[in-house]
Every structure is written in C-alpha cells, then in structure tokens.
C-alpha cells in the first residue's frame, strides 16, 4: 500500500505559507471544539439557577423562573447555541447566570494565570533541564539516582497533598512564603504556587532531559568525536545538547499550554483567581456562559502555543518542516 | 530518539533475527535486579489488586466495610495494624482493598494509552499528508482542553463514577501528549538511513513501520508511558478530590487520600499509609519501565 | 540500571519521603503567633443593644484595620445578595438581630407594633442618611422592598416578602406579574410605614430584623449596576472604592452615622473558596478573623489560640428527610426505625469533631421556644430500632442515601449508612453526592429515591422559624411534602398570636411532628470564629460573627 501523499525529506515549505496553513487550518477546530463545550455544557444534568443557591438556602421558584427566562435557559439547546454565538460575532461573550459579564471575568483572571503560568514554566525549565543534564551526565552515580528518586517521589504524591504540605510547611511554620492569596504581587506571592504547579512538569523534564543526553553521548557520533579528542564540553554543548533537547522542547510546549488553564488544584489551595479558579467554579455552579467563554479563550491560547511550539521544533530539527 | 550516527558513518542497521531477539530480551531483563524486584513487587500488587480478600485477612480484621465510629481514627491496636480511619473501619483492610481500582485503572490506562498512541504515532509519521492534519486537528482540540477542566465537564456530564468511566476520560486526555511526542519521534526516525535502505531494499511499509521505526523511536514514549502509571493513579486521586471521580462506597487509594486530606492534621496516618502504597507502587512501575528501556533499545545494547 | 544506582536511589528516596513526611507531621507541633493575653473572650456579651437614638458613642479604641475571611458576595445590593457581615456594615434595615440576645432590636426604626398582628406600622427614627446625604424616608424602604419583591427582578432574597399582602401578584406562578408595588406596603409619611401581612404573623418584627430589608437611595435605581459594585448605603461602614468579582472588599467608617460608631477605621473582606486556606491565612497573621474553622483544624485552634476562639450559636439543623412520597417509607414505623439506628453522638464526636452538637429537636436550644428531647426516637436505641422495623415488615431491597456534595456530607452519609447496615441489618446500601443543582431537582420533583440529608439555616433563632419552613404545608424549606392539617392549624394559630403567646402552641405542634417523624434530625452544627491578637472584643453568638463595627484593632 503505497501512504498518502509522498514522504519527500527534502522538500520544505516555506515558512510563511506553513504558518499561514497552520492558522488557517485553526479556525475549523476552534469552532469545534466551542461547540462541544457548549452542547456538553448546557446539556449537564441539574439547574443552573438552582445551583446559585447552593443547597444553603432558598430561592423563591418565581425568581428562578424569572432568571431562566432572561438566561433563555427555556430555549431548545440549538436555538441557545445561535444566540450566543449571535452574541460572539458582536464581541460579546455575553453574561453568567451571575450576572458579570464574561469578558470581564476573562480580563480580571487571565493576567494573574498568565503569572503563574510563566512563572511556573520558568521554574521548570530553569531547574528541570540543568538538573537532567546534571543526572545525564553523571549516570549511574548519586546525583543521577537522587534526581529519578526525587521526581519518583513527585509523581507519586498527588499535587494537592503535596499543595496543603508545602503550604504548612514552607508558609506558616517556616515562613519563607506567603501563605496564600496574591495580595504581595509578581513574583513573590506566586513562587511558592508556581513550584508546586511546575513540580510535575519538572520531574518529567529532568527526566526526560535525562534520558535524551544519555542516549544521545551513547550514539555513534559523539563517541567518534570524543575519540577525535574534541573537547568534552564542546562536544556536548554543540551536539549532543541541540539533539538531545528535541522531545523536552515538544513536551515543554505542551506542558507550558497545559499551565494556562489546569491549575484548578493549586489556584483553590492557594487562593489565586485565576482562570483554572474562575472555570472550576463555573462548572460547579453549571455558569455556562462563564464555562464557554473561558474555555474558547483556553482552546486559542492552546492552539497558537502549539503553533509556536511547532515551529521552533521546526527551526531546532530542520528535517521536519515540511508537515 | 533519532541517530544520526547512521548519517555521518553511512552504516545501515537493519535488524533480522527476531525469534532469537525476544527470548533474550526476556532473560536480559530477569537477569538484572533492577528489573526483577520491582517486578516482582508489581506482580505482587497485581496478586493483591486481584485477590485481596487473604491478604486483608491477615490480621484477623479483613472486611473494610465492618466500620464501628466509637473506633474512629483509633491508633494501631492488636489485628488492626495501621489503625482505623474516620469511620472506625480497619485501616490496613481499606488500603489493601484500595489497591485494585488504583491499579486497574493505572494499568488499564497506560495500557490503552501506550498502544493507541503508538499506533497513532507511527501511522501519522509515516504517512503525513491528510491523514497527518486529520489528527493532528483533532490532537489539537484535545489539547484546547487543559485536563483537569474537561474532565470535569466530561465525568459531570457522564454522571457516572465507575472505573470505565473515569479511565475512558483519562484516557482520552493522555494519547494527544503520547502521540505528539511519538510522532515527532517517528518523523526524526523515518528519514534515516537504515529506514531509506530498508525501503529500497523492498521491504513493506509495515514492515519498515514495525521492524524499523517503532524500536527506535518508541523509547521516548516509553520512558512517558512509565512516568504515566504514577500520573494516572494520581491523576484518579485529583478529580475524586474535585468530585467527579470515583466516589465512596468504592475503596480507592485516591479516595482514601481525599479523605485523609480533611483530617491531615489530626491523623496523619490515614495519608501515610495510603501514601506509601501508592508511592512503592509507582516507583516500582518507574523502575521497571527504565530496566525495560535499557534493555530493548537498540542503541544500548 | 546498575545495582548500586538502585541501592543509592532507595536511599535518597527514602531521605525524601522522610523529610516530607515530616512536613506534614510537622505542620501541628509547630507554633507561630503568640498566645497573646489580655484579650478577653467574647460571646457576644459587648454586642450593645440599641441605635438609633441620634447620639454618638464614646471614641474609645478607635482606628486600625483588620481582615476577615469571606467569600465572594457577587453582588452587593442588599435584596440581592447572600453576604450577610458586609451588608450588616454598609446598611441598616428597620430591625437587627442582637448577637447575644437573639431578640429584634431597633435599628433605622423606633418601633414597630401592632393590635392584631396583621397590620403593622414602622415608625423610623429622623436623621438617618445615606452615605451620599440622601435622607433614609419610609419610601426608601417601600422602594427597595418593591424591588426585592418583583420576581422579574430576580433577587435572590425575594422569598423574604411572602407574607406581604400583593406579593402574589409580584410573583405569578405563570405569566407576567400584575404588579409592581407591594399593596400591603404604604408610605404614611417620611417616618411612618404600614405594612399588611396575608396573615396574621406575631414573629414579624424577627423577620424584618434582617439586611435584606434595607433602604436604598434614589441612585439604586437609576444606575443599578453601578449601585451593585459601589452601593450607597446608611450602616456604619461604607465602600472603599467598588467591588470587583473575588478582590477583597474593603469598608471604611462612617462617621456621620447616627447609632454607635464603628471602632476601626477599616476593615477588609478577604475572599476564600477555602476555609483551610483562610485559616492557614490567619495562623500566618494575614487575615484577622475566620469563621468558620474547618472542623479538623479545631483542636489544633484551641490549643494554638486558646481563648481567641468562640463558638457561634447560628440556628441551623442538618437533617435526614425521608421521601414520603416512597411507599417503602409510608409506615412511620420505618421512618422512626432508621432514626433510632443512628449514633448521633459518635457521628458528632468522631466525624464532626465536636463541630456539631446531635439533634434530639427541631431547633437547638440557643433559638427561643426550644425543646430539646423532643423527639423521642432521635435517641440512640439499636435493639428497639431493629424491633420496630421488624414490626413494619422489615426492609429487603437495596437502599440509597442522598446527600449534598460536600467533604462533611460524604462522611457523615457513610457513616449514617453504616450504622443502618450494622444496626438494622439492611445490607444493601449505598449512597451518592451529587452537586445541589443536580440533587435538588429530584427532590422538588419528587423523583428521588432515597432518603437525603438537607440543610436548613433559619433566618432567626426562633423554633418558628424551623417549624413553619420546615413543617407547614407552604413551607419553602418542605421538601418531604409533609402535610398535617393539626400541625398547619397549630402553626397558624401560633404564628398568628403575640410572640410570647404562642410558644405553647408551637410546641405542641413539634409534639405532632415527631409523632409523624416525617425527618429524623441528626445534628445542629456548631462552628468556631478564631482570631488574631491583632483584634479583640470579637462578638460571636446567634449569627456566627455579631457586629464587627464594634471590633477593636489591638495593635
């Protein structure tokens, strides 16, 4: 059976017609992926308006009604859905059952989130890689084993037991942190969140940055070279580096995506209002319009990192762009 | 990961005897202690994740659900070694019986995962072209989910707590990473060398697919497939603490953990020895999976 | 890998645990924060007892700030909003529930009477303004009630106005309302209101002893979304700056208000999801007030800060009801078997960890016209519970239980299913946590096929206030569809006397009720308020947290 198209090692697209494919290629899956949130959404089980209450207190059923009918939950789902992508094309991302509109819960989170994010994203990278380089290079010795028992260990404690700990730990009887909450600024009510969020991410780095220098020095041309009587450090900064980060480059971009939007865990124990914090609460209060929009936003930012991350895969690997 | 070794010194490294190959892998691996006692630690959490009913029953106090409150939270007493959690149940029974959904669905999961993103990987690297953007849009709106969201959204909607329903969902979350760093794996391996000589020489796409690419690009995923077990199981733990997961009555070490969670600073026994388990769980997954590694990647043997 | 490798990386693995692990047992040894002395324990007993006579009260202990943990109010308009501390501060309603006390004491009003406990006049106290100099008239009250009480408005403390005559044509089952003023509510002149209950009703004044009734200037209603986020009110403390969704909010002194003056010069609300995380807040001396604190951090509270904590006395009840519209459950004998098998006192102790007190009553016994020991078949009788169901008939068939999605609720459910497994024998039992908008539409449906575990917080510590929600026919807390003609009768009747009179009546009424045990009460929760040194004469008592105007910044 012959694969579809032609696999042609040497053909390139250029640059500019890759990228304008990719982002063209964006908008179909934007709108797909929006349109099953909304449809999973809407049809969650229970009543929004009721949810509003939270079982601590009453509302009057003439007032549920009342917001029902200005949140055109009576609607059929598909009328729904045109009314609110109606509201879209306007600019409007409407309002949650709350009453605030959704852009400006959007323009409140989306700064403190990008924060953590980044800080977090820096964390891993500024620690993760030198420390699996470290390992790599030292293998076998206690370095390399302290480093694959430390991110054992992180994998196997769930985040938030590690959360509440280091929170205890490192806040209150230490001291070192503040405890929760964003009232001290960039960056140092967010160091102690972003290294329990990049912990994981880290952990992974490390090893997988690892396992890729090791064996990268095993293959043949770094064996050759050294033979040569290159120096060693030369050899592995130009090489067997460049080589070697290629899967920590791609799993760092996925993972720096994922930072924007998964950090429902440590945003909770830490109380950061964040997007994670504002979407986890949208969800369980059924806030649909507040789970749409935020969740188109996270889908965009998703899509255009995994463009970026693409092309710097490309830049770092040249056989692969003509995908 | 790829070699460019081939490129530089022009050897071609096509591999023939493979009857011969896997018997020796096997024996390689059994050879190392690296691999067999963690192997057999996972073999003997399998057993117990499979019968746990005698090993509960050691000290006398077997069944989890005999739960008595006026023993709530009671410190380590004759038969009951670990103690009793909140509800006056036997604490080292709950976490033996703990063990068989946290490891089914780590198991089951990784499982799935590995092979579908395998199989993903390679056809997608491979082929290119449509098929490629096909998937890799679908890759993507995937990934327009950060995790923990979707899973939510997905298992509320659901309204079902079962095992099925919570791997299926993690599932559906961790092939789109796997894949990405397989395919990107397979592309850097395909345009090799060995793998040009080996199509000139004939051989099928299949062929080359599964005799020549898939050893050598499939290390990467391995080495995540391995990182994964723990992940999963935790992965588990973090959306029952979110609600969505499994749900008491079921015993789970994610559950227990949650639980625990509320009580961590008046008993801290009930994260410990859940803890623990999970702990010597993964590390023994972790380790396992790098003796694997070693031992059937070509280019360290 | 080599042998050695493995050997070291247990090794290291091992340190690390360890010293994790001793991170979390850590956590309770450690102390910070000083156990500071002089700071007297209140109970509510500095709560004063009247405003509204026009003079200011002594500047003694003015100034500073202090921070109390809160949760997100969304909205800030008084009729809309379920934030009961801040809107305590930025408004003043004709009536307030005294902290210690629990009784009605004036507030913008003088006096509020009545000879029939049908029609009732509000007289007001002149000189009360809003923040921006707007006088607080009898329209401004007549004002926000309209608003509060038009369905259309969706306010969600709406149901506060049922009594009031007009509100049915406010609030249409079906279609469109047919009014926009309350009938029963007249503007006599600036300082005069008349108000016509539905009924006779002699607990009036309680009701209106709330937040939700408070006045509102001309300017909520010409920029309403503007008023929501900056709300221009006639408390002791207004708003710095405008609210914004999950910042802190933060309320300065008033200093042209009549009735006693607010003792700090600020205080901030600092928003939480968790209350674990505010009370870590507070050990670490960021936030100086948390109520409540989570149930396993209690020990370690009274142990660290001693008599700077409180017990509050909120009237509420946790409450196991039964699906009367299920056949399984039409005998009562079933209904007090499944009551009877349940060890109130272990699940307080063990679960709660004293955060609850067993229910043996409706109400507890900090609201008026309790009486504990009610019912009967709320003691703890295994042999008596397994022979009453027997006499029913006995249970086969599975069993689920329902409760609310909640870290308590999940164990207090399972411990409850235990207890009806080893007690009663029935073995097939299960149960589930489902969100509250998820649950509770098969409650109101009556689809439900289980018993399930509800809440009901009363809006004031009055046994009337659990009967009549809770019992009565119309009741809005009735979620067992329970219908008795005696107690309906009973309950009007009661409601329909003077407060005092009544009592009597009502409990008369609760003897029915337990004779049908239409609910089996399980507990009353109890929750804890906890302080810094950073604060002192911090009242708690029948609302949770009392006035915060008057806390005192130490230093």
Known sequence: MRPFGRTRPTEKLPMGRYVLKRTLLMIPVAVGATFLIFAVVFALPGDPITALAGGQHVIAPSVVDALRERYHLNDPLPLQYVKYVGGLLHGDLGEDFNGRAVSSIIAQAWPTTAKLALTAFVIEVAVGIPLGIWAGLRRGRMVDAGVLAGTTLVFAVPIFVIGYTFQILFGINLGWFPVAGVSDGWPVSYLLPALVLGLFGLATTARLTRTSLVETLSAGYVRTALAKGLPRRRIIVKHALRNSLIPVVTYLGIEFGGLLGGAVLIEGIFNIPGMGFEIFNAIKQQNGPAVVGISTLLVLIFLVVNLLVDLLYGLLDPRIRHV | ?301 | MKPRAVRRMGLVGAALAAVLLAGCAGGSTGSTGSTGQGDKPTSGATDSSSTGTGSATADAGQGGTFSVASSDPTHLTPGNTWSFYLESLLFTGPLRIDSATGEPVPGVATSVTSSDQKVWTIKLAKGWTFSNGEPVTAQSFADAWNATALSTNGWVQNSNFALFEGYDAMNPAKGKPTATTLSGVKVVDDLTLQVTLTKPYGLFPYVIASYAFAPMPKEAFTDPKGFDAAPIGNGPYKIEGKYTANQAVTVVRNDAYPGPKGKADKIVFKPYTSYDTAYNDLLAGNTDIVYPVPADRLSDAQARLGDRTAVAKIPNLNYLAFPLWDKRFDNVKVREAFSMAIDRDALTKSILKGAGESATSISPSSAVGSNPGSCTACAFDPAKAKQLLAEAGGWSGPLKLYATQDPANTQILQAIANQLRTNLGITNITFDTPPYAQLDPQVKDKTLDGPFLYYWGAYFPHVANFLGPLMSKSGIANDTGYDNAKVNDLLDQADSMDVKQGLPLYQQAEAQVWKDMPIAPIYFGRYTAAWTDHVSDVPVGVNGLGDLSQVVVTN
């Open chain 2, 1 to 301: 990961m790829s070699d460019p070794t081939s490129v530089v010194t022009g050897t071609p490294q096509v591999s023939d005897d493979r009857p011969a190959r896997r018997r020796s892998v096997l024996r390689d691996l059994l050879r190392r202690p690296g691999f067999s006692i963690p192997a057999a630690v996972v073999a003997l959490l399998a057993v117990i994740a499979a019968f746990p009913a005698p090993f509960a029953g050691l000290f006398g106090h077997g069944d989890p659900t005999a739960c008595d409150l006026t023993h709530s939270g009671m410190p380590a007493a004759s038969g009951h070694p670990f103690g009793f959690d909140i509800q006056g149940c036997d604490l080292y029974a709950q976490v033996i019986y703990g063990a068989r959904p946290s490891m089914t669905i780590g198991i089951v999961v990784t499982a799935a995962t590995l092979v579908l993103s395998i199989t993903f990987g390679l056809l997608t690297g491979y082929y290119g072209g449509l098929l490629d953007t096909i998937f890799g849009r679908v890759i993507d709106v995937f990934y327009g989910f950060p995790f923990m969201v979707a899973a939510i959204v997905i298992l509320t909607a659901l309204g079902s707590h079962s095992i099925w329903a919570v791997s299926g969902t993690l599932i559906a979350f961790s092939w789109p990473t796997m894949t990405r760093v397989m395919r990107g794996s397979v592309i850097a391996t395909k345009n090799l060398e060995y793998v040009r000589a080996a199509r000139a020489l004939g051989a099928s796409n299949t062929r080359i697919m599964v005799r020549h690419i898939m050893p050598n690009a499939v290390s990467p995923v391995l080495v995540l497939a391995s990182l994964m077990v723990g992940g999963v199981i935790a992965g588990e733990a973090s959306l029952t603490y979110l609600g969505v997961g499994l749900r008491a009555p079921s015993i789970s070490w994610g559950i227990q953990l949650n639980t625990a969670q509320s009580y961590f600073l008046s008993n801290p026994s009930l994260l410990v020895y859940p803890a623990v388990f999970l702990c010597v769980t993964v590390l023994s997954f972790v380790l396992v999976g790098d003796a694997v590694r070693d031992v059937i990647d070509p280019k360290t043997r």
